[in-house]
């Protein structure tokens, strides 16, 4: 009863969070609407997760991880063996209600991984060892293009992926980390965070939503702690948002200063209220620092087009300080 409870809470939290971020931004909501469904059932089956999905792993070696090897890598967080038929059950309704121009090709996933026609497991492996990897049939006859299918496969497995890295956390708690690279998978970060009285900077993985403290005015990629590399931009009256731009390497990161805020951000939901900022940093070239199947589509996006043209023309752009 009270593991429902649990989730239905974080399914609720998420469900207000997206209420709240359409009702300000109601050039998003056409944006956000196709994930609605989505983004509140991964919060509950996360929710329903038992500790055993928390992970096992021991404390990391404190030299190896000072010189920045991280605690596990992305292929060990992904693996799901068992757990893909459940995912794919749970997560591919909400999923193709929401994207119906990939409906298809996603109730074919749901029945391969339900059948055993198609491996996730053994796809990641292959993917994550060679991105050039020749496409097998069971993949071909799924339909799917290749980046559409690993962004609905990280999706069904992001419950899990989180789950776990949630259990590794603790590990690390106690050790220093001053890579711009997620201390926990390796990825780069999908999200910056600035909190508590001091305003330190705190950076969101884009794939296990592990977070990490990070020097504020250092590029998490490039690492140029130059101050006339680093841009910041925004949008007249919603300040706390903003995109943070690096002229060295020509990426980008958004951003939220939640010290300013009233309410507890949900940053699953505060990433995509974003939108607007990825087309304003796209349309000055600048690459999003760590690809998602939703920063790659925010320049093409109507919403996020108009949401752009509000921002162009009335934001304003200062050095990070």
């Given at each position: ?5 649990l989730a239905a809470?974080?399914a ?7 209420k709240?971020?359409s ?5 998003l ?8 469904g ?9 929710a329903?997760?038992?500790e055993t999905?928390?992970?096992?792993a ?7 991880f000072?010189n ?5 890598d992305r ?6 063996g ?19 121009e ?5 109730r074919r ?12 497991d053994s796809y990641?492996?292959r993917?994550?060892?060679n ?6 049939d ?6 799917l293009e290749?980046e559409?299918?690993?962004f609905?496969l ?11 890295a949630e259990?590794?956390?603790p590990?690390?708690?106690?050790l ?8 926990i ?5 999908e999200l910056?965070l600035l909190k508590?009285?001091?305003?330190h900077r705190w ?11 990070f020097?504020r005015?250092t ?7 130059k101050?006339d ?6 949008v007249?009256?919603?300040?706390h ?16 200063d939640?010290r ?6 949900v940053p ?6 974003l939108?607007?900022l ?19 589509s925010a ?6 087009d108009?949401a752009?043209?509000r921002?162009s ?8 300080h």
């Open positions: 009863m009270e593991q429902e409870s809470r974080a609720g939290r998420v469900a207000d969070a997206l709240k971020t009702e300000e931004n109601r050039y909501r056409t944006v956000l609407a196709p994930f609605a989505l983004l509140m059932e991964q919060a509950r089956w996360k329903e997760l038992p999905e928390a992970g096992n021991l404390a990391p070696d404190a030299t190896r000072g920045g090897i991280p605690v596990t292929q060990s967080l992904i693996c799901l068992d757990l893909w038929k459940e995912a794919a059950e749970r997560l591919v309704p909400p999923f193709a209600d929401g994207f119906a990939v409906a298809d090709g996603l996933l749901q029945y391969a991984i339900l059948k055993g026609g198609f491996d996730p990641w492996s993917v994550l060892k991105r050039n990897a020749a496409v097998p069971e993949v071909r006859a799924i339909g290749p559409v299918l690993q609905a990280i999706q069904l497995a992001k419950p899990v992926v989180e789950r776990r259990g590794l956390q590990l690390i708690k106690s220093t980390w001053n890579k711009g690279y997620c201390p998978c390796g990825s780069l970060p910056s508590g009285k001091e305003g950076l969101r993985c884009a794939f296990c939503a592990g977070e990490w403290r020097h005015t590029c998490p990629n490039c690492e140029s702690q101050p590399d680093i841009e910041l931009c925004y007249e009256g919603r300040e948002e903003r995109v943070e731009l690096c002229h060295n390497c020509m990426t980008y990161v958004v951003s939220v939640v300013t805020l009233a309410d507890e951000i699953e939901v505060a990433r995509l209220g939108l607007h990825d087309a304003i940093a796209q349309r000055r070239e600048f690459r999003p620092m760590n690809p998602t199947g939703w920063t790659k320049p093409a996006g109507a919403a996020a108009e752009s043209g921002a023309g009335a934001s304003g752009g200062t050095m990070l």
